[in-house]
């Protein structure tokens, strides 16, 4: 008798009626930007592949994965100019940044979740960031909310590359590159994820 009671707890707990998420690439997008040291920069886009959310019953997330195509990388800024453009693409492909045959995914997977306190729908996710190869920890402000079944999310983080071993174009590695040359050495990622049950 104890044991069907201790039972009946567990799958009457929060978490036995968690949700899962499954993110929709067709309505996501990760926005890059990156920037040379003179000010000048370049921001495109990266399609996600696939991804999960998972929720307690009370609508806070638990657990996230979301895996980008590395393989679309597209620049969004130098549309007028598409010799140049595709040139870009390809140099951001290649073996001086990331790699995209060898390493042709990245992935985020969170490792913990802290609400803010007083701001609804504002959290602080902590996780690993790999892509090139290498896993890093990073951690940035998210906002996210659920509404009919569908989970809506939007953060910016700011990559330090470097952490990565991308090191092509960088002031502090390379002190003959003159400022023209010197590309900054962090770059950000806005990503906006839509899932549904």
Known sequence: MKTMIIAALVLLSPAAFADTYT?????????????????SFHNGTVKVKSGEVEADAEGQVKAVKVVADMTTIANDDLKKNPEY???????????????????PEATFELSSVEAKKGA???????????????????????????????????????????????????????????????INDSFDLTLKLVAKK
């Open 85 to 103: 453009q595709a040139k870009l693409v390809r140099h951001l492909s290649s073996e001086d940044f990331f790699k995209v045959e060898e390493h």
């Open 23 to 39: 993110i929709d690439p067709a309505s996501s997008v990760i926005v890059w930007k990156a920037g040379k040291k003179m000010g």
């Open 120 to 182: 609804k729908g504002e959290y602080l996710l902590k996780g690993k960031l790999t892509m090139i190869g290498s896993t890093q920890a990073v951690e940035f402000p998210a906002k996210i909310s659920t509404d009919q079944g569908m989970l809506s999310g939007n953060a910016t983080l700011k990559v330090e590359r470097l952490k990565w071993g991308l090191k092509y174009g960088s002031g502090s590695l390379f002190k003959e590159l003159t400022a023209d040359k010197i």
